[in-house]
C-alpha cells in the first residue's frame, strides 16, 4: 500500500514545474521582511539620500559590507575587504582670484560668466568663433580644422550636430568635446554662449563651487580638456560678431583681449564600490562568475521643500535594488550554492554618470573574462495600481509587472531562460516595451549593465519604469510596494542561479550582437 501511494507521487513531483526547484532551490527563503527592514536602513533619513560621496554612502557601505560579513559573504574588494576604492576630485573656486575681462572690462563671476568643470586658467589671448566644436574625425566631422586656433580662446554655441544626442557624444569615444578637440588644435580656453541661463541656478552652481561640493572621478589621463567656462547669451553674442568680423577682415585685425583667471585648488576623497563573493560548488565552472549588481547611491539633499523635508531618501532609487542584492546574497551564502560563482557588486555614483560600473569595468577585482553574466536591478519596487492616471506613472509596470531590458536584444537564451525562470517562480508579466531597437529612450544604454556590455559581457536590467517618486523627495519606504520588490527579487534570484548552474556560456544572437564584436 505504502509503495503503490509513493511511487505515483513521487513520479509526479519529477514531471510536475517544481522539478526546476533544482536550479532555483531556496527561493522561497527570500524574505519579505528582511526586504523591508533593510530598506528601512539604506533608505533612513540619518544617511541623508547617500550622495555621492558622503558620510550617509559611507555609512551605506559599511551596512553593507556588515551583512556580508554575516551571512558568510567572502570580501571582494581590495585588500580583503568588501571594498573597492574609487578616487575623485574635489574642485573648490576660489571666487576672489578668478575673473574675467574684455579688452580690460570687468565680467562680474556668477552674473555674466559661469565657470564650467572647474580647470584652472591664467590666460589672455583673442577669440575664434566655431560653430558647435564637437568633433568626430573618424565620421569626418571636424569644425576646427584649418581655423588658426593656437594661443586662441574658441568661442562656441556648444550645438550638437544634427541627429547627434548628449548621452551619445559622451558615450562613444570617437566624439571630442569642444574643449578636448579645441586643445588639440592649440586652444588655450573654451567660452560657450549658454542658451537661456537662470540667474537662480548660476548662484546655487557657483556656491556648489566655491564650497567645493563638484566632484568627478580622478584621472590618471595627461590628456585632459581646456578651461571652459559659459557665458551670457548677450556676451557671447558680442565676441562671436567680434570674432566672425576680425576673421572677415580685409587685412588681418585682432579681436577684442580676453582675460582669463580661474583659481582652482583640487583634492582627493574617495567613494567606493562594495563588492562581495560565494564561490560555486563545481571544480570548473566556480572559476567563473554571475554577476548581479545596483547601485546605492542616491541624489542626497537639498533645500527644504514645503513640508520641511530637505532628504531624497531614494526608497525606491536604488534602495530596493540594494537591499534585494542583500537578500539574494544571505539565502545564496547560507543555503545551497550553484556552480558557478557568484559577484556581488553594489555600484557608487551611478547618480553622476555610471561613475561606480564604469571604474569597477575598468579596474576588476576579478578577470573580466571570467564573467559570464551581469544583471542589474535599479528601481524594482513601485507599482502602477489599476485605473491610475498620473502621466508620470505611464511606463511604471503594473503591480504584477516588471520591465525587462535587454534579453531581447542580446540573446534568445537569455529571453528563454528569464521566461522559464519566471514561469516557474513569480509568474510576473514581463514587458518588454524598452527591450526594442525603436525605444525612443534607449534606456538599454542607460543604466550600470551596460559598463559591462561595453567590454562584451551579456547583461540585462531589470525596472520597474518611471514614476511620479523619481527623484522627489516622496521616494520614501512608505510609498515602496514590497509585495513587488519580493516577487522582483525572488525572479533574479531564481535567474542567477539557473544561469550559475547552466553548463555553457551565453550565445549572443540578438540585433545588438555588434557591441560585443569589439568587447575587451
Not at 574658441?154 to 544634427?162: F, G, Q
Not at 566624439?175 to 579645441?182: G, N, R, T
Request: with cysteine.
Amino acid at each position: 500500500m505504502v509503495r503503490r501511494t509513493l511511487a505515483p507521487v513521487l513520479l509526479g513531483l519529477l514531471l510536475t514545474p517544481t522539478a526546476f526547484a533544482i536550479n532555483a532551490p531556496e527561493v522561497d527563503k527570500i524574505s519579505e521582511m528582511h526586504l523591508k527592514s533593510n530598506l528601512e536602513f539604506i533608505a533612513h533619513d540619518l544617511l541623508e539620500g547617500r550622495d555621492t560621496p558622503s558620510r550617509g554612502l559611507d555609512i551605506a557601505a559599511l551596512f553593507i559590507s556588515t551583512q556580508l560579513k554575516i551571512y558568510g559573504v567572502q570580501p571582494g574588494g581590495e585588500n580583503g575587504t568588501y571594498l573597492q576604492k574609487m578616487p575623485l576630485e574635489s574642485a573648490v573656486l576660489n571666487a576672489e582670484n578668478s575673473m574675467l575681462t574684455i579688452d580690460g572690462k570687468s565680467i562680474t563671476l556668477g552674473e555674466g560668466f559661469l565657470p564650467t568643470g572647474l580647470t584652472a586658467a591664467d590666460v589672455q589671448s583673442t577669440p575664434v568663433f566655431v560653430a558647435s566644436g564637437w568633433t568626430n574625425v573618424s565620421k569626418g566631422i571636424d569644425p576646427m580644422k584649418g581655423l588658426p586656433l593656437k594661443g586662441a580662446i574658441v568661442i562656441t554655441d556648444n550645438a550638437l550636430p544634427e541627429g547627434l544626442t548628449m548621452r551619445d557624444a559622451t558615450r562613444d569615444p570617437n566624439w571630442e568635446s569642444p574643449a578636448v578637440a579645441a586643445k588639440r588644435h592649440g586652444a588655450v580656453a573654451v567660452i560657450t554662449i549658454a542658451n537661456n541661463p537662470s540667474t537662480a541656478s548660476w548662484k546655487r552652481q557657483l556656491d556648489r563651487m566655491v564650497a567645493g561640493g563638484r566632484y568627478s572621478p580622478k584621472s590618471n589621463n595627461p590628456v585632459a580638456g581646456l578651461p571652459v567656462i559659459t557665458v551670457t547669451p548677450e556676451i557671447g553674442e558680442s565676441l562671436k560678431t567680434a570674432a566672425l568680423n576680425a576673421a572677415r577682415a580685409e587685412f588681418a585685425s585682432a579681436g577684442p583681449t580676453i582675460t582669463l583667471k580661474l583659481d582652482v585648488q583640487r583634492r582627493e576623497v574617495i567613494t567606493h564600490n562594495v563588492i562581495g563573493i560565494i564561490p560555486g560548488t563545481d571544480p570548473t565552472l566556480s572559476k567563473e562568475y554571475i554577476s548581479i549588481g545596483a547601485h546605492y547611491d542616491h541624489v542626497g539633499m537639498s533645500t527644504a521643500d514645503g513640508t520641511g523635508d530637505t532628504i531624497f531618501n531614494g526608497a525606491d532609487d536604488n534602495g530596493s535594488g540594494t537591499v534585494a542584492l542583500l537578500e539574494i546574497a544571505r539565502v545564496i551564502a547560507t543555503g545551497q550554492r550553484p556552480k558557478r560563482s557568484t559577484l556581488f557588486i553594489w555600484y557608487t555614483g551611478e547618480e553622476k554618470g555610471l561613475w561606480g560600473s564604469q571604474y569597477f569595468c575598468d579596474n576588476p577585482t576579478v578577470d573580466l573574462k571570467q564573467i559570464v553574466f551581469n544583471v542589474n536591478l535599479d528601481m524594482v519596487s513601485m507599482s502602477r495600481p489599476a485605473g491610475d492616471t498620473n502621466p508620470r506613472n505611464e511606463k511604471l509596470a503594473g503591480v504584477n509587472e516588471i520591465h525587462a531590458i535587454g534579453p531581447k536584444l542580446i540573446s534568445s537564451q537569455i529571453t528563454k531562460t528569464l521566461n522559464e525562470v519566471n514561469n516557474a517562480t513569480v509568474k510576473m508579466v514581463l514587458r518588454d516595451d524598452y527591450d526594442r531597437m525603436d525605444d525612443p529612450e534607449r534606456i538599454f544604454y542607460r543604466s550600470d549593465h551596460y559598463s559591462f556590455v561595453q567590454k562584451g559581457i551579456p547583461a540585462i536590467f531589470m525596472f520597474c519604469g518611471p514614476h511620479e517618486h523619481y527623484h522627489q523627495r516622496s521616494d520614501e519606504v512608505e510609498v515602496v510596494d514590497f509585495a513587488k520588490l519580493t516577487k522582483s527579487t525572488k525572479l533574479m534570484y531564481g535567474l542567477i542561479y539557473e544561469f550559475a548552474s547552466q553548463s555553457n556560456r551565453i550565445v549572443i544572437d540578438g540585433p545588438v550582437k555588434n557591441l560585443f564584436q569589439s568587447g575587451s
